[in-house]
């Protein structure tokens, strides 16, 4: 049986079969691995020669550990944004990690701002990072998805990195997910757990009362029932950069906590986050923007922020509701540094 070799000239593929390949990954089980259909492995044989080395028995497919790992670096280079041809001339050539260990050097990708193509997530027009989180997330490959969100973070900063590459990946997520029969959970709670990392790695420790301008630290709480926190974490290391003082009290904050805690703190704002209509409750955010403290005379109150679409329909009057992280960071931060004018009588 013949093949087409990297040159792309017809050669000779021995049959027999060798301890690796009697133990190797079949073809269906190395698809589930990297995410991608048994077909489409197959075309990636005839058209970029990128297949196992040998078959046994001249016909069953196995894949041995080199085979894979050139795969896996062919997955992450197209993942990058290099076109598939590329992608498998670069696995080929550059040395991957067999299992002598080594690693794939990733060539510089073409620079295309936006992308349409999405793999199996339908993601629309979205900036190219999404387009390779998404196949990495899908494929459950952890350390491209580290990676990937590291560098979106080190390249655009945290607020555009968050609004326009973890948001639209999420989101896809989450539709395909909601569309395809609870299939996909396992891929949204790899991604959310690496966005909350990757998150955290650039939140700066909290910055003491004392040391910061202005009247008070920002609350950041999601209301009762709500376990959505990864945008109350961006959020939070927005503001820690710009050497805010925060209080993050995260998912699911009962009220009489709530209340205690701002009754304590004295913050300028308070955050309250519902990712669910379900959640939302117009009348805690108006018992909380109701809070009081200081002497007779010259009480203050915290601004209450509404975050989260599940206060969408919610009047809310007289509540903060951005809607982009920047917009977020640059009310609180105007707000955080200039004395707030007394509660009207």
């Known amino acids: 049986m013949s093949a087409i070799t990297a040159d792309g000239e017809p050669g000779a593929r021995p049959t027999a079969a060798s301890p690796d390949t009697a133990t190797g990954l079949t073809t269906g089980a190395l698809a589930r691995r990297l995410g991608v259909s048994p077909t489409t492995l197959r075309s990636w044989d005839r058209r970029y020669g990128i297949g196992p080395a040998v078959r046994a028995d001249g016909r069953h497919r196995r894949w041995t550990p080199g085979d894979v790992a050139v795969l896996e670096a062919m997955c992450r280079l197209t993942s990058a944004g290099l076109p598939p041809a590329e992608a498998a001339r670069a696995a080929k050539e550059s040395g991957f990690p067999g299992p002598g260990g080594g690693a794939v050097a990733t060539p510089e990708p073409a620079t295309h701002p936006r992308?349409?193509?999405?793999?199996?997530?339908?993601?629309?027009?979205?900036?190219?990072?999404?387009?390779?989180?998404?196949?990495?997330?899908?494929?459950?490959?952890?350390?491209?998805?580290?990676?990937?969100?590291?560098?979106?973070?080190?390249?655009?900063?945290?607020?555009?990195?968050?609004?326009?590459?973890?948001?639209?990946?999420?989101?896809?997520?989450?539709?395909?997910?909601?569309?395809?029969?609870?299939?996909?959970?396992?891929?949204?709670?790899?991604?959310?757990?690496?966005?909350?990392?990757?998150?955290?790695?650039?939140?700066?420790?909290?910055?003491?009362?004392?040391?910061?301008?202005?009247?008070?630290?920002?609350?950041?709480?999601?209301?009762?029932?709500?376990?959505?926190?990864?945008?109350?974490?961006?959020?939070?290391?927005?503001?820690?950069?710009?050497g805010l003082p925060t209080r993050m009290f995260g998912a699911a904050v009962p009220v009489e906590a709530l209340t205690a805690a701002v009754d304590r703190l004295g913050p300028a704002a308070v955050v309250l986050w519902a990712q669910a209509r379900s959640t939302a409750s117009l009348p805690l955010a108006r018992h909380i923007a109701g809070a009081q403290w200081g002497v007779k005379g010259a009480r203050r109150r915290p601004v209450v922020m509404l975050g989260g679409p599940g206060w969408l329909g919610h009047p809310g009057h007289g509540m903060l509701r951005p809607t982009l992280l920047q917009d977020a960071l640059d009310t609180l931060s105007a707000l955080c540094t200039t004395a707030p004018p007394p509660p009207p009588a």
């Open 115 to 242: 992308s349409r193509a999405a793999g199996t997530l339908p993601l629309g027009d979205v900036r190219q990072e999404c387009r390779g989180l998404a196949r990495a997330a899908v494929r459950l490959d952890a350390p491209a998805v580290e990676e990937q969100l590291t560098t979106a973070v080190e390249t655009h900063g945290l607020a555009v990195a968050w609004q326009e590459v973890m948001v639209p990946t999420l989101h896809a997520v989450g539709r395909k997910w909601a569309s395809s029969g609870d299939r996909y959970i396992e891929v949204e709670h790899l991604l959310s757990w690496h966005m909350s990392t990757a998150l955290r790695r650039c939140t700066r420790p909290p910055v003491r009362q004392g040391d910061a301008l202005g009247p008070g630290p920002v609350v950041l709480a999601c209301v009762p029932g709500e376990q959505h926190t990864l945008a109350l974490e961006a959020l939070n290391a927005g503001l820690g950069a710009l």
